[in-house]
């Protein structure tokens, strides 16, 4: 995936040059990601399919700063990160308002309401008033669930958790939304509301979308698919 001549880093919201990441077993190293290039502008989506175990999830996590990569570099609104360097502390909280991450496996606090987890990257930024909660309330009744504001995770179905999530991911009015599988965990007709859901607010809010997803339906529904393959990502 490589830009064209007349377009510079900063014409892109998200973007990465020579990303690579191999992983150590006893004397035996395996490279998950050879070289990756991606582009990605404001208001796109982008879907990421491939095999399971072919370094997706290592690649988000790469995009997010939460790994460090071997080489390469990853850039934020233009701005170049040493993609093998520890983030810096403004990079740490530029991060909490530039990203919002989505997993499969939701990660919601149990002890924590409903509006407390969706609340909670505000409380990273220490920025928690009547403006924001009201941002949180309106993105849970965008979501459907707002009648669950004050119940504990465990006390939700799979569908109202992934729906939480991505309240909590949209929180902050971020540039970039990364899903890691969020519908991993859902059946069919769930997981297709999900998928709907965080397609329309990403349209709504124009919030760029990375998307690793195995449903070739959900691939489709994004601007722009691709396949990461033998640590190659290519644009279908």
């Known amino acids: 995936?490589?830009?064209?001549?007349?377009?510079?880093k900063e014409s892109?919201?998200?973007l990465t040059e020579g990303l690579r990441k191999s992983f150590s077993f006893g004397n035996s190293k395996i490279e998950v990601l050879h070289s990756v290039d991606l582009t990605l502008k404001k208001s796109e989506s982008l879907s990421i399919r491939g095999d399971s175990g072919c370094g997706k999830s290592t690649l988000l996590n790469l995009l997010a700063r939460l790994e460090l990569a071997d080489s390469g570099s990853v850039y934020w609104e233009g701005k170049k990160l040493?993609?093998?360097e520890k983030p810096s502390t403004h990079?740490?909280?530029k991060r909490a308002s530039f990203l919002g991450v989505i997993y499969q496996s939701y990660y919601l606090i149990p002890e924590l309401t409903v509006l407390e987890n969706v609340l909670l990257p505000n409380r990273f930024l220490d920025r928690v008033d009547s403006t924001q909660r009201q941002r949180a309330m309106?993105?849970?009744?965008k979501m459907g669930v707002l009648d669950k504001q004050n119940q504990i995770p465990g006390k939700l179905s799979g569908g109202e958790r992934q729906r939480v999530a991505i309240a909590r991911a949209m929180i902050n009015y971020p540039e970039v939304i990364l899903a890691d599988e969020p519908t991993g965990n859902l059946d069919e007709r769930t997981g297709g509301e999900v998928m709907d859901l965080l397609l329309q607010s990403c349209v709504e809010e124009e919030t760029s979308l990375i998307?690793?997803?195995?449903?070739?339906?959900?691939?489709?529904?994004?601007?722009?698919s691709s396949v990461?393959?033998?640590?190659?990502?290519?644009?279908?």
């Open 1 to 8: 995936m490589h830009y064209g001549v007349s377009e510079s």
């Open 12 to 14: 892109f919201v998200l």
């Open 82 to 84: 040493n993609a093998s």
């Open 91 to 93: 990079e740490i909280s």
């Open 138 to 141: 309106d993105l849970l009744e």
């Open 211 to 224: 998307l690793v997803t195995h449903n070739p339906k959900f691939a489709r529904a994004t601007s722009r």
């Open 228 to 236: 990461l393959q033998d640590g190659t990502l290519n644009e279908v």
